[in-house]
Structures are given as C-alpha cells and as structure tokens.
C-alpha cells in the first residue's frame, strides 16, 4: 500500500488512467483464466470425441468379423487395441504390435465407455487420451477396444499461456490508451479554466472564464466561476468607490479642525470667548466624524453578515414608541395594523426607523405617515411625506453610500449620505427590500420596507420591544435621533 501511495500518479489524468487500468486488470485476467481452461477442455474433449469416433468403428467392424493382421488406423487414429476379458492383446495396430495393453480400466456396471487419460513413460513428453469401447464379437467374444490419440504435454499449454498473456497485455495497453486519450479530452476543458484563472488579477478583474461547449458539470463550473467573479468585481469596485468616498468625507471635518486650530494659534491677540467658540465648533466637527465613522463600522458589520442578534420584532409597536417619543416640527400620523411581526435585529430595526423618519421630516411640508400592514407573508413599513418627492431617476442613487442630492445638501449640510444606505443594508440582511417611490396619499416621496413575517408569536411581547427600542432610542443607541440627518436626499 505504502509503495501505491509512491508510485501513484499526481495528475488527473494520470490517475483516472490508473484508475481504469485497476478496473479492468482483474475482470480481464479473470476472463483470460476461464478462457484458459475452456480452451484447455475444449482441446481435451475434442481429442476424446476422436478416440471415441475410432473405437466406435472398429467395435463395429468386429461385431461380424475379425483382423487377420493389424487393425488399420481409423479416423485418423494410430493407436488401437483390442483386449480380451482375460486381458490379452487379440488385435491391435500396426503402432500398438506387441505392447501391453494401454490401460485397465474397464466401464462401470451397466456401462460401455471409459475414458482415460494417461502419460506413459515410454511415450517421453507425450500424453495419451485413451477411450475404451465394451462390445461383443464373433471372434473374439466379449472385448475391449481402446483407441488413444496422443498430444505433446509440454507444448500447448506454455504457448497458450503465452497467447492469452499476449493477447491481456494488449487489451490494458489498448484500455491505457483509450482512458488517457479521454481523460485527456476530458480534462482539456479544466484546463482553460485554469488559464484562465492563472490570468488573473486584482487588477484586472474584467476578465471571464471560457465557458466549454460540453455542456456538462464543467460548463456549469465555469458558469459559477464566471458568476462568482461578477460578484467579486462589483465588491472590488463597491470597495473602491466606498475607499474614495469615506476619504473625501472624513477629509472635509478633519480640514474644517485644521483651519480652526490654525486660526485660533495664528491669531496674536485672542479675543475674549474666541477660544471657547473654537472649541465648540470643533466639537461639532468630531461629532460628525464620530457619526460618520460609527456608520462606517456597522456597513463594515452588515458587510460582513455579522448578525446584532435575532428576535421577534412587532412593527406597529415599535413605530408607535417611535413615534410617541419622537419631538417633530411637522404632523406624523399613523396607520398601523397589529400583527406585522418580523425577525431581526431590534436595534437595528429601530435605526431604521429612526433614519426614514429623520428624512422625511427633512423634506416634508407639513405631514408624515407611518403606514404598517401585512401583505400575505410580508410584513411592510411606509414612510410617506408631502415634500418634494424623489426624482425617478434617483430613486436607486438615494441608496448609494454617500450620495446626496443636491436638495439634502441645502437642507443639511452635514449630513454624511450613509443613513439609508445603511438602512437598506439592514433590510437586506433580514431578507427585504427598502426601496422608495412617490407616495399615492401625501405625494411627495414614500420609503417603503419589506420583510419576511415571523409568524405567530407570544401575544404582547412585540409591544414590549417596541417600547424597548424607544427606550434605547432614549438612551442615545443605535436607534436614536443621533444617527438622523444621514439621508441620501
């Protein structure tokens, strides 16, 4: 077994050849031997079937009458005796003439017929089959009359042996063959997918695998492959793009700390409190990079998969702790239907909340609406407003991270553009959709989440987390107003 392992083929091809040579190698030589002894029984029967033919003639031929000399050869038969009861030689060829009888085997009781193989010593490498025929006759009275046709013992079987070891060697070569030339054919596919892959690079992540026309199990892998390499570009560029623009963020409130530190050292005679207005707008500044950053990481969380936790969340509870703890300069009204309870992350599922109630109020005139119902086995939450709207156009950018519209640059400068990117993300994770559209009852814009439904669950425990989230919404955590003001509008 060790030496198997040493001697075993590293390729593929090599192997599945291998392989096939194991396969076959022992059913063949299987074959080979019983093909063997067939051709060595058939050998013997026929050699039998003559001497049987020859003795048969001569029983009858001494039925009437006898031989005055030697019997002659018959059937192509040299060796021909004819023994008495007593065990005497009353006829026999010319090749038999004063010998002994071949054998003393006589038939079985109600029997005529023996048959009898022998290699007397006198015949050298040679071997007799001998058959015995028992008939009755007018001469000679009750005989015996053997007929043997003789064969060379050490000639035909080393040469069959060698036959069939010839004729097994040439049926594995011809298996090794034909299993590298298909293993090959085969395997050429997998080897363009393997060039194709060798070329390539972070770099240049346009390139696609070259899908064989076989239409089998590889084309299907290089479908994957191609699919898969779909998914790691768009990565690639999301992460580009995201690198780019988290850099151009940052770098706007780490620029606006500079200058005021730099104003305030380079200024020689401070007025009084000028110091004190410096500081507060450097806290502003931090402020926004803490909400930026903190942003940052739960993209890089929901990136990742990394699951906050997973409990059974009731909608209307918590819009309505939202909404009840929630200080707004316009109406928000809502339309809740009880029983829309979801799976997921409460928290997160209040910053939801929190991030489409922060953008509508800043684009709405003078109404909000908070609509939850259930539609089959999905749980759906609208925010509408009576504001602008959103273009059709920007309808999937708004969901872009840090894309702003020109209109939420002027209503809010600081705003980061990561709100309902983040708030899309999370719906995602939870297996919905956020998407927007104009709303068919304020007409301005309308948010609009869907998630799967949890089904049925403990009766009140929906409200309970409703009001946990506001509670935490309270307390300044995620599902707080200080995430507000991160919308792409």
Do not use: K
């Amino acid at each position: 077994m060790g030496m198997w392992r040493r001697l075993r083929p590293r390729s593929i091809r090599g192997r599945a050849t291998a392989g096939s040579l194991l396969i076959v190698a022992p059913p063949l030589a299987l074959a080979l031997f019983l093909a063997g002894i067939g051709v060595h029984h058939e050998s013997e029967r026929v050699r039998f079937d003559r001497a049987n033919a020859a003795a048969r003639q001569v029983a009858t031929r001494i039925e009437s009458q006898g031989y005055e000399g030697a019997v002659p050869p018959t059937a192509g038969v040299l060796r021909i005796q004819v023994v008495d009861d007593d065990g005497r030689v009353v006829a026999a060829s010319s090749a038999m003439q004063g010998r002994p009888p071949l054998v003393s085997a006589r038939p079985e009781r109600g029997d005529f017929l023996v048959e009898e193989t022998l290699c007397p010593a006198e015949e050298g490498d040679g071997c007799l089959s001998v058959v015995g025929v028992e008939t009755d006759s007018d001469p000679y009275g009750p005989v015996i009359v053997y007929a043997a046709v003789s064969y060379a013992r050490g000639a035909s079987a080393p040469l069959l042996e060698v036959i069939l070891a010839g004729v097994g060697a040439l049926a594995l070569a011809a298996v090794g063959w034909m299993a590298w030339r298909g293993a090959g054919r085969a395997l050429r596919p997998v080897e363009s997918i393997r060039r194709d892959l060798e070329r390539l690079s972070a770099g240049d992540l346009g390139r696609r695998l070259r899908i064989p026309t076989t239409g089998d199990e590889l084309a299907e892998l290089a479908r994957t492959g191609n699919a898969t390499l779909d998914r790691l570009e768009r990565a690639m560029d999301r992460q580009r793009s995201f690198v780019s623009d988290a850099s151009h963020e940052l770098r706007n409130p780490i620029a606006g700390m500079r200058t005021r530190l730099e104003v305030e050292l380079a200024d020689p005679d401070p007025e009084p409190g000028s110091a004190r207005g410096a500081m507060e707008g450097l806290l502003q500044d931090v402020e926004r990079l803490q909400r930026i950053v903190g942003d940052l990481l739960e993209l890089a969380r929901l990136d990742a998969d990394v699951a906050a936790g997973s409990t059974e969340v009731d909608l209307a509870g918590l819009v309505l702790a939202e909404v009840e703890r929630r200080v707004s300069a316009v109406e928000v009204g809502t339309d809740l239907e009880p029983g829309a309870r979801v799976r997921g992350d409460r928290v997160r599922l209040g910053r939801v909340l929190t991030n489409l109630l922060a953008n509508a109020e800043r684009h709405a005139r003078e109404r909000i609406l908070v609509v939850v119902r259930t539609e089959g086995d999905t749980a759906v939450m609208e925010v509408h407003d009576d504001g602008a709207g959103i273009p059709e156009a920007d309808r999937e950018r708004v969901f872009e991270r840090f894309a702003r519209l020109a209109e939420s640059r002027r209503r809010d400068p600081g705003g980061s553009g990561l709100g309902l990117a983040i708030s899309r993300a999370v719906a995602e994770s939870g297996g919905g959709t956020l998407t927007a559209g104009e709303s068919p009852v304020l007409g301005g814009a309308v948010l609009v989440m869907r998630l799967p439904t949890a089904g049925d669950g403990a009766g009140g425990r929906g409200a309970a987390e409703g009001e946990s989230a506001g509670a935490a919404a309270d307390r300044g955590g995620p599902g707080s107003t200080e995430a507000e003001g991160e919308d792409g509008r």
